[in-house]
Protein backbone atom coordinates (compact mmCIF):
# COMPACT_ATOMS: atom_id res chain seq x y z
CA UNK A 1 0.00 0.00 0.00
CA UNK A 2 1.57 3.21 -0.92
CA UNK A 3 1.81 6.15 1.73
CA UNK A 4 -1.23 8.09 -0.09
CA UNK A 5 -2.96 4.45 0.70
CA UNK A 6 -2.80 4.25 3.71
CA UNK A 7 -3.06 8.28 4.68
CA UNK A 8 -6.36 7.89 3.34
CA UNK A 9 -7.62 4.53 4.66
CA UNK A 10 -6.64 6.31 7.95
CA UNK A 11 -8.75 9.27 7.56
CA UNK A 12 -11.70 7.06 6.04
CA UNK A 13 -11.16 5.12 9.33
CA UNK A 14 -11.13 8.43 11.91
CA UNK A 15 -13.29 10.56 9.97
CA UNK A 16 -15.97 12.53 12.86
CA UNK A 17 -19.43 10.95 12.51
CA UNK A 18 -20.98 14.41 12.03
CA UNK A 19 -23.79 14.96 9.11
CA UNK A 20 -22.33 18.51 7.90
CA UNK A 21 -22.76 19.21 4.19
CA UNK A 22 -20.70 21.33 2.28
CA UNK A 23 -21.60 24.63 2.94
CA UNK A 24 -22.74 27.41 0.59
CA UNK A 25 -20.69 30.49 1.25
CA UNK A 26 -21.85 34.06 0.17
CA UNK A 27 -20.50 36.51 -1.87
CA UNK A 28 -20.92 38.45 0.66
CA UNK A 29 -21.78 41.61 -1.98
CA UNK A 30 -24.28 43.60 -0.03
CA UNK A 31 -24.63 47.01 0.13
CA UNK A 32 -20.76 47.38 -2.60
CA UNK A 33 -19.55 50.53 -2.47
CA UNK A 34 -20.37 53.87 -4.72
CA UNK A 35 -17.06 53.36 -6.30
CA UNK A 36 -14.80 50.83 -6.62
CA UNK A 37 -11.84 53.26 -7.13
CA UNK A 38 -12.43 54.95 -4.26
CA UNK A 39 -13.03 52.14 -1.55
CA UNK A 40 -9.85 50.39 -3.46
CA UNK A 41 -7.83 53.68 -2.57
CA UNK A 42 -8.90 53.79 1.01
CA UNK A 43 -8.17 50.20 1.42
CA UNK A 44 -4.56 50.48 0.00
CA UNK A 45 -3.77 54.02 2.06
CA UNK A 46 -4.59 51.88 5.05
CA UNK A 47 -2.38 49.57 3.98
CA UNK A 48 0.56 51.53 3.50
CA UNK A 49 0.23 52.04 -0.23
CA UNK A 50 0.29 54.76 -2.50
CA UNK A 51 -2.50 56.30 -4.83
CA UNK A 52 -0.77 58.17 -7.31
CA UNK A 53 -3.56 60.33 -8.82
CA UNK A 54 -3.82 60.77 -12.20
CA UNK A 55 -3.64 64.05 -13.99
CA UNK A 56 -6.70 65.76 -15.73
CA UNK A 57 -5.05 65.93 -19.05
CA UNK A 58 -2.09 65.15 -20.99
CA UNK A 59 0.19 62.36 -20.42
CA UNK A 60 -1.37 59.72 -17.94
CA UNK A 61 2.00 58.61 -17.15
CA UNK A 62 3.26 61.65 -15.49
CA UNK A 63 3.06 60.27 -11.92
CA UNK A 64 5.02 57.40 -12.71
CA UNK A 65 7.42 59.47 -14.73
CA UNK A 66 8.00 61.48 -12.23
CA UNK A 67 8.85 58.61 -9.51
CA UNK A 68 10.91 57.54 -12.31
CA UNK A 69 13.33 60.21 -12.96
CA UNK A 70 16.53 59.57 -10.81
CA UNK A 71 16.30 56.09 -10.80
CA UNK A 72 19.20 53.78 -11.74
CA UNK A 73 17.44 51.32 -13.45
CA UNK A 74 13.87 50.79 -14.31
CA UNK A 75 12.20 47.32 -15.22
CA UNK A 76 9.05 47.13 -16.68
CA UNK A 77 7.17 44.32 -18.14
CA UNK A 78 4.10 47.15 -18.96
CA UNK A 79 3.84 48.32 -22.32
CA UNK A 80 2.67 51.54 -21.34
CA UNK A 81 5.91 52.49 -20.26
CA UNK A 82 9.73 51.93 -21.00
CA UNK A 83 12.48 50.86 -18.60
CA UNK A 84 15.94 50.26 -18.86
CA UNK A 85 16.15 46.91 -18.28
CA UNK A 86 14.87 44.32 -20.42
CA UNK A 87 12.81 41.70 -18.65
CA UNK A 88 13.30 39.08 -21.11
CA UNK A 89 16.69 39.48 -21.41
CA UNK A 90 16.63 38.17 -17.60
CA UNK A 91 18.70 34.84 -17.33
CA UNK A 92 18.33 34.38 -13.64
CA UNK A 93 15.49 35.93 -11.14
CA UNK A 94 19.20 36.90 -9.00
CA UNK A 95 19.89 39.48 -11.41
CA UNK A 96 17.12 41.71 -10.65
CA UNK A 97 18.69 42.10 -7.72
CA UNK A 98 19.45 46.00 -8.77
CA UNK A 99 16.75 46.87 -9.94
CA UNK A 100 15.60 50.37 -8.13
CA UNK A 101 12.34 50.20 -9.63
CA UNK A 102 9.96 47.92 -11.13
CA UNK A 103 6.30 48.80 -13.13
CA UNK A 104 3.68 45.99 -13.83
CA UNK A 105 0.30 45.95 -14.77
CA UNK A 106 -2.25 43.95 -12.17
CA UNK A 107 -4.42 41.33 -13.64
CA UNK A 108 -6.99 43.19 -10.99
CA UNK A 109 -7.58 44.60 -8.03
CA UNK A 110 -9.71 44.08 -4.74
CA UNK A 111 -11.27 46.83 -3.59
CA UNK A 112 -11.86 45.45 -0.53
CA UNK A 113 -8.66 45.12 1.11
CA UNK A 114 -6.29 47.43 -1.56
CA UNK A 115 -5.20 44.08 -2.95
CA UNK A 116 -3.52 44.02 -6.42
CA UNK A 117 -3.37 40.15 -8.14
CA UNK A 118 0.11 40.15 -9.77
CA UNK A 119 0.75 36.50 -11.94
CA UNK A 120 3.48 34.94 -13.71
CA UNK A 121 1.89 36.36 -16.83
CA UNK A 122 1.94 40.15 -15.70
CA UNK A 123 5.69 40.12 -14.17
CA UNK A 124 7.15 37.14 -16.57
CA UNK A 125 10.10 36.52 -13.96
CA UNK A 126 8.10 36.89 -10.58
CA UNK A 127 10.91 37.54 -8.66
CA UNK A 128 10.56 41.10 -9.89
CA UNK A 129 7.75 42.02 -7.53
CA UNK A 130 9.83 41.22 -4.36
CA UNK A 131 13.14 42.77 -5.74
CA UNK A 132 13.00 45.38 -6.79
CA UNK A 133 13.17 48.47 -3.96
CA UNK A 134 9.91 50.12 -5.18
CA UNK A 135 7.18 48.84 -7.44
CA UNK A 136 4.68 50.71 -9.32
CA UNK A 137 1.54 49.12 -10.61
CA UNK A 138 -0.67 49.78 -13.26
CA UNK A 139 -4.55 49.19 -12.56
CA UNK A 140 -7.33 49.74 -15.11
CA UNK A 141 -10.50 51.06 -13.10
CA UNK A 142 -12.17 48.08 -14.92
CA UNK A 143 -10.75 45.47 -13.33
CA UNK A 144 -11.59 46.04 -9.73
CA UNK A 145 -13.41 43.23 -7.65
CA UNK A 146 -15.72 44.36 -4.95
CA UNK A 147 -14.66 41.47 -2.34
CA UNK A 148 -11.72 38.70 -2.24
CA UNK A 149 -15.28 36.30 -2.68
CA UNK A 150 -15.47 37.52 -6.37
CA UNK A 151 -12.03 37.47 -6.39
CA UNK A 152 -11.34 33.77 -6.08
CA UNK A 153 -14.02 33.56 -8.84
CA UNK A 154 -11.85 34.80 -11.74
CA UNK A 155 -9.85 32.88 -14.27
CA UNK A 156 -6.88 34.11 -13.05
CA UNK A 157 -6.75 31.50 -10.29
CA UNK A 158 -7.30 28.59 -13.14
CA UNK A 159 -5.07 29.83 -15.50
CA UNK A 160 -2.50 31.21 -13.87
CA UNK A 161 0.71 28.69 -12.35
CA UNK A 162 1.15 32.01 -10.02
CA UNK A 163 -0.44 34.59 -8.89
CA UNK A 164 -0.09 37.03 -5.59
CA UNK A 165 -2.14 39.45 -4.06
CA UNK A 166 0.55 42.56 -2.85
CA UNK A 167 -1.44 44.85 -0.51
CA UNK A 168 1.16 47.92 -0.13
CA UNK A 169 4.62 47.27 0.44
CA UNK A 170 6.46 44.62 2.66
CA UNK A 171 5.23 44.77 6.40
CA UNK A 172 6.67 42.80 9.56
CA UNK A 173 5.49 43.63 13.18
CA UNK A 174 7.09 40.53 14.36
CA UNK A 175 9.83 41.90 16.30
CA UNK A 176 8.51 43.95 19.37
CA UNK A 177 5.11 45.02 17.62
CA UNK A 178 6.98 47.76 15.73
CA UNK A 179 6.30 47.98 11.88
CA UNK A 180 8.43 47.78 9.18
CA UNK A 181 8.38 48.40 5.73
CA UNK A 182 10.69 47.17 3.14
CA UNK A 183 12.85 44.00 5.32
CA UNK A 184 11.62 41.40 3.00
CA UNK A 185 10.40 43.16 0.17
CA UNK A 186 9.71 46.32 -1.72
CA UNK A 187 10.13 49.46 -0.03
CA UNK A 188 7.12 51.18 -1.10
CA UNK A 189 3.93 50.16 -3.87
CA UNK A 190 2.08 52.59 -5.80
CA UNK A 191 -0.73 52.36 -7.79
CA UNK A 192 -1.67 54.73 -10.79
CA UNK A 193 -5.23 53.73 -12.07
CA UNK A 194 -4.82 53.87 -15.79
CA UNK A 195 -6.90 51.84 -18.46
CA UNK A 196 -5.34 49.28 -20.50
CA UNK A 197 -3.85 50.21 -23.68
CA UNK A 198 -6.16 49.41 -27.22
CA UNK A 199 -5.04 46.14 -27.97
CA UNK A 200 -3.46 44.87 -24.66
CA UNK A 201 -6.90 43.03 -23.78
CA UNK A 202 -6.62 41.04 -20.65
CA UNK A 203 -4.23 38.20 -20.53
CA UNK B 1 14.30 31.96 -6.34
CA UNK B 2 16.01 28.68 -6.46
CA UNK B 3 14.28 26.64 -9.20
CA UNK B 4 13.16 23.94 -6.95
CA UNK B 5 10.04 24.57 -4.37
CA UNK B 6 9.13 21.61 -2.12
CA UNK B 7 5.80 22.53 -0.34
CA UNK B 8 5.73 20.29 3.05
CA UNK B 9 1.84 20.20 3.90
CA UNK B 10 -0.05 19.14 7.42
CA UNK B 11 -3.37 17.09 5.76
CA UNK B 12 -5.70 19.50 7.88
CA UNK B 13 -5.07 22.25 5.45
CA UNK B 14 -6.53 21.09 2.57
CA UNK B 15 -10.18 22.91 1.87
CA UNK B 16 -12.85 21.73 -0.27
CA UNK B 17 -13.18 24.50 -3.12
CA UNK B 18 -11.01 27.23 -3.83
CA UNK B 19 -14.02 29.73 -3.72
CA UNK B 20 -13.57 28.77 0.41
CA UNK B 21 -10.12 30.20 0.50
CA UNK B 22 -11.91 33.47 0.60
CA UNK B 23 -13.28 32.57 4.33
CA UNK B 24 -9.95 31.73 5.50
CA UNK B 25 -7.66 34.07 4.11
CA UNK B 26 -9.89 37.11 5.74
CA UNK B 27 -10.42 35.30 8.69
CA UNK B 28 -6.30 34.67 8.90
CA UNK B 29 -4.92 37.99 8.77
CA UNK B 30 -8.10 39.62 10.66
CA UNK B 31 -7.57 36.95 13.41
CA UNK B 32 -3.18 37.41 13.58
CA UNK B 33 -3.02 41.53 12.66
CA UNK B 34 -6.01 42.59 13.01
CA UNK B 35 -5.46 43.55 9.27
CA UNK B 36 -7.77 43.30 6.12
CA UNK B 37 -5.38 40.77 4.76
CA UNK B 38 -1.63 39.66 4.56
CA UNK B 39 1.02 41.90 2.71
CA UNK B 40 1.48 38.65 0.28
CA UNK B 41 -0.81 35.84 -0.28
CA UNK B 42 0.89 33.51 -2.96
CA UNK B 43 -0.45 31.17 -4.82
CA UNK B 44 1.11 28.41 -6.55
CA UNK B 45 -0.42 26.62 -9.53
CA UNK B 46 2.68 24.47 -10.76
CA UNK B 47 6.36 25.73 -11.44
CA UNK B 48 7.71 28.80 -12.75
CA UNK B 49 8.86 27.91 -16.23
CA UNK B 50 12.11 25.51 -16.30
CA UNK B 51 11.55 25.04 -12.55
CA UNK B 52 9.94 22.00 -10.36
CA UNK B 53 7.82 22.01 -7.78
CA UNK B 54 6.71 18.90 -5.42
CA UNK B 55 4.03 19.38 -2.71
CA UNK B 56 4.44 17.25 0.42
CA UNK B 57 1.05 16.17 2.10
CA UNK B 58 2.06 14.97 5.60
CA UNK B 59 0.00 12.67 8.11
CA UNK B 60 2.03 12.63 11.33
CA UNK B 61 -0.31 11.42 13.07
CA UNK B 62 -3.19 13.21 12.31
CA UNK B 63 -5.36 11.03 10.78
CA UNK B 64 -5.31 9.49 14.02
CA UNK B 65 -6.63 12.01 15.61
CA UNK B 66 -9.32 13.00 13.61
CA UNK B 67 -10.85 9.87 15.37
CA UNK B 68 -9.89 11.52 18.81
CA UNK B 69 -13.99 12.21 20.15
CA UNK B 70 -12.33 14.98 22.32
CA UNK B 71 -9.61 16.27 20.40
CA UNK B 72 -10.20 16.41 16.86
CA UNK B 73 -11.53 19.67 16.33
CA UNK B 74 -8.44 21.59 17.36
CA UNK B 75 -7.00 19.89 13.86
CA UNK B 76 -9.36 23.10 12.56
CA UNK B 77 -6.48 25.17 13.36
CA UNK B 78 -5.46 28.02 10.53
CA UNK B 79 -2.31 28.98 12.86
CA UNK B 80 -3.53 32.79 13.15
CA UNK B 81 -1.63 33.02 16.40
CA UNK B 82 -4.63 35.20 18.46
CA UNK B 83 -4.51 32.17 21.20
CA UNK B 84 -1.30 33.10 21.80
CA UNK B 85 -1.69 37.08 21.90
CA UNK B 86 -4.31 36.86 24.27
CA UNK B 87 -3.01 34.26 26.19
CA UNK B 88 -1.41 35.29 29.89
CA UNK B 89 0.46 32.64 29.86
CA UNK B 90 1.87 32.87 27.03
CA UNK B 91 2.38 36.74 27.08
CA UNK B 92 4.75 36.24 29.90
CA UNK B 93 6.11 33.04 28.66
CA UNK B 94 7.10 33.35 25.16
CA UNK B 95 7.11 30.47 22.57
CA UNK B 96 10.26 29.06 23.38
CA UNK B 97 9.61 28.19 26.80
CA UNK B 98 6.92 25.31 25.40
CA UNK B 99 10.14 23.12 24.28
CA UNK B 100 7.90 22.39 21.24
CA UNK B 101 6.91 23.23 17.72
CA UNK B 102 3.38 24.58 18.14
CA UNK B 103 3.65 26.92 21.30
CA UNK B 104 1.03 29.08 23.14
CA UNK B 105 -2.55 27.43 23.80
CA UNK B 106 -3.03 25.84 20.61
CA UNK B 107 0.10 23.97 21.30
CA UNK B 108 -1.07 22.65 24.76
CA UNK B 109 -3.30 20.79 22.88
CA UNK B 110 -1.58 19.50 19.74
CA UNK B 111 1.90 18.87 21.69
CA UNK B 112 0.50 15.83 23.50
CA UNK B 113 -0.76 14.27 19.76
CA UNK B 114 1.98 13.80 18.50
CA UNK B 115 4.07 12.76 21.74
CA UNK B 116 2.15 12.50 25.02
CA UNK B 117 5.40 12.06 27.03
CA UNK B 118 7.06 14.27 25.84
CA UNK B 119 4.52 17.13 26.56
CA UNK B 120 2.40 15.68 29.57
CA UNK B 121 3.13 18.55 31.13
CA UNK B 122 1.75 21.45 28.54
CA UNK B 123 -1.99 21.12 29.48
CA UNK B 124 -0.84 21.60 33.14
CA UNK B 125 0.50 25.24 32.37
CA UNK B 126 -2.69 27.03 31.85
CA UNK B 127 -4.92 28.87 34.22
CA UNK B 128 -8.24 27.62 31.97
CA UNK B 129 -9.75 31.33 32.04
CA UNK B 130 -10.84 30.66 28.21
CA UNK B 131 -9.52 33.57 26.73
CA UNK B 132 -7.97 31.63 23.79
CA UNK B 133 -11.52 29.64 23.28
CA UNK B 134 -13.26 33.18 23.36
CA UNK B 135 -10.79 34.52 20.40
CA UNK B 136 -10.27 31.38 18.32
CA UNK B 137 -11.95 32.58 14.78
CA UNK B 138 -12.58 28.83 13.98
CA UNK B 139 -14.48 27.91 17.51
CA UNK B 140 -11.81 25.27 18.76
CA UNK B 141 -12.61 24.82 22.64
CA UNK B 142 -9.37 25.06 23.39
CA UNK B 143 -9.47 25.53 27.71
CA UNK B 144 -11.97 22.92 27.36
CA UNK B 145 -9.51 20.55 25.60
CA UNK B 146 -6.81 21.52 27.65
CA UNK B 147 -8.61 20.36 31.00
CA UNK B 148 -9.39 17.32 29.05
CA UNK B 149 -5.55 16.50 28.11
CA UNK B 150 -5.21 16.98 31.89
CA UNK B 151 -7.60 13.96 32.72
CA UNK B 152 -6.40 11.59 29.87
CA UNK B 153 -2.90 12.05 30.25
CA UNK B 154 -3.31 11.08 34.48
CA UNK B 155 -5.32 8.06 33.77
CA UNK B 156 -2.56 7.11 31.28
CA UNK B 157 0.01 7.61 33.86
CA UNK B 158 2.05 10.05 31.53
CA UNK B 159 2.20 12.53 34.52
CA UNK B 160 5.73 12.12 36.40
CA UNK B 161 5.43 10.53 39.79
CA UNK B 162 6.80 13.63 42.01
CA UNK B 163 3.63 15.63 40.18
CA UNK B 164 1.07 12.49 40.77
CA UNK B 165 2.44 12.68 44.80
CA UNK B 166 1.85 16.19 44.99
CA UNK B 167 -1.98 15.97 43.48
CA UNK B 168 -2.63 13.44 45.76
CA UNK B 169 -1.57 14.95 48.40
CA UNK B 170 -2.79 18.40 47.93
CA UNK B 171 -6.34 16.57 47.02
CA UNK B 172 -5.97 14.88 50.66
CA UNK B 173 -5.50 18.25 52.28
CA UNK B 174 -8.02 20.31 49.91
CA UNK B 175 -10.83 18.20 51.00
CA UNK B 176 -10.23 19.25 54.65
CA UNK B 177 -10.64 22.50 55.30
CA UNK B 178 -9.27 22.85 58.96
CA UNK B 179 -6.19 20.96 57.67
CA UNK B 180 -5.85 23.10 54.94
CA UNK B 181 -5.85 26.20 57.11
CA UNK B 182 -3.42 25.05 59.68
CA UNK B 183 -1.27 23.97 56.65
CA UNK B 184 -1.18 27.68 55.35
CA UNK B 185 -0.36 29.07 58.90
CA UNK B 186 2.54 26.40 59.27
CA UNK B 187 4.10 27.12 55.62
CA UNK B 188 3.68 30.98 56.04
CA UNK B 189 5.78 30.42 59.62
CA UNK B 190 8.43 28.35 58.37
CA UNK B 191 9.16 30.07 54.98
CA UNK B 192 9.92 33.08 57.36
CA UNK B 193 12.15 30.83 59.60
CA UNK B 194 14.16 28.57 57.57
CA UNK B 195 16.72 28.96 56.63
CA UNK B 196 17.56 29.62 52.60
CA UNK B 197 19.57 26.24 52.13
CA UNK B 198 16.31 24.13 52.77
CA UNK B 199 13.53 26.34 50.78
CA UNK B 200 16.45 27.03 47.47
CA UNK B 201 17.56 23.45 47.00
CA UNK B 202 17.66 20.49 44.22
CA UNK B 203 13.73 19.53 45.67
CA UNK B 204 11.97 22.81 44.80
CA UNK B 205 12.23 23.67 40.93
CA UNK B 206 10.01 26.55 42.03
CA UNK B 207 13.16 28.11 43.83
CA UNK B 208 15.83 27.34 41.10
CA UNK B 209 15.74 30.75 38.81
CA UNK B 210 13.74 32.85 41.36
CA UNK B 211 12.73 34.33 44.93
CA UNK B 212 9.76 32.61 46.70
CA UNK B 213 8.00 35.32 47.67
CA UNK B 214 7.66 37.07 51.09
CA UNK B 215 4.83 35.36 53.34
CA UNK B 216 2.41 36.96 54.48
CA UNK B 217 2.32 38.00 58.10
CA UNK B 218 -1.20 36.82 58.31
CA UNK B 219 -3.19 34.36 56.65
CA UNK B 220 -6.02 35.61 54.49
CA UNK B 221 -8.65 33.70 56.28
CA UNK B 222 -7.42 35.14 59.62
CA UNK B 223 -7.50 38.65 58.56
CA UNK B 224 -10.96 38.32 57.31
CA UNK B 225 -11.87 36.43 60.90
CA UNK B 226 -10.43 39.64 62.41
CA UNK B 227 -11.59 42.65 60.21
CA UNK B 228 -14.88 41.14 59.07
CA UNK B 229 -15.72 38.46 61.42
CA UNK B 230 -19.20 38.12 62.32
CA UNK B 231 -20.96 40.07 59.83
CA UNK B 232 -21.77 38.79 56.42
Redesign the interface.
Known amino acids: MSSRDEILASVRKNLPRVDRPLPDVPLFDDGPPASLLSAFKDSLQQMGGVFLDPPASGDMLTPVRAKIADAKIVCSTAPEIAGNRDVAGVRKPQDLADVDFAIVRASFAVAQTGSVLLSDADLHVNAVAYLAQHLIVLLDPADIVVNLHHAYGRPEFRDRRYASFHTGPSATADIEGVLIHGAQGVRSLSVLPIARAAGNPTH | ?1 PKLHIASIG ?1 EKII ?8 F ?2 LLSRSA ?1 G ?15 GGEMHIV ?1 V ?1 NGR ?5 L ?1 EF ?1 TSLKCIRCGACMNTCPVYRRSGGLSYGATYSGPIGLIIDPTFNQRKYSNLPFASTLNGSCTNVCPVKINIHEQIYAWRRVLVERHETPLAKRAAMKAAGELLSRPAAYRAAIVAADVALAHLPRFVIYNGLNAWGRHREVPHPPKQTFHSWYHANRGGKQ
Do not use: C, K, N
Request: hydrophobic fraction near 35%; glycine fraction near 6%; charge should be neutral.
Open positions: MIPRLEHLAVVRLSPVTQYTSHFRGPRSLDSEQLGEW
